[in-house]
């Protein structure tokens, strides 16, 4: 999973746009983050609940880990590149977007 590829998946999401913050790109829904990437290109970051975090931790380990201090502990979720396969990845943007998207976007789209 290349650092391209990350973005073509989190851009195709409804709704979803990109941004920057801090000097990394992000992307974001309803004007709120829900998926980044590390400035060097390696990492992907996602905004999950605890229990998606164990989750993923579980499903694929070695590949995702939590985000350093109290942003871990509420889910914001690391995610190494390399190693990593596309539906993995599709499945884990898509919960961050549904865990950001605004309510009203997500009944709008019947999600």
């Not at 999973?1 to 851009?11: C, Q, V």
């Not at 499903?59 to 109290?70: I, K, L, N």
């Not at 390399?82 to 884990?92: F, I, K, L, Q, Y």
């Amino acid at each position: 999973m290349t650092p391209d590829d990350f973005r073509r998946l989190a851009l195709a999401l409804p709704r979803a746009e990109p941004n920057a913050h801090m000097g990394h790109p992000d992307f974001r829904v309803g004007g709120k983050i829900f998926a980044s990437l590390d400035g060097g290109g390696t990492q992907g970051g996602l905004k999950l609940s605890p229990e998606q975090q164990e989750m993923l931790m579980d499903a694929v380990p070695g590949q995702f880990s939590p985000a350093a201090g109290a942003w871990g502990r509420r889910g914001w979720t690391m995610m190494r590149l390399d190693g990593v396969d596309e539906p993995t990845v599709t499945s884990a943007l898509t919960m961050a977007w549904r865990n950001t998207a605004p309510p009203k976007l997500l009944r709008e789209l019947g999600v």
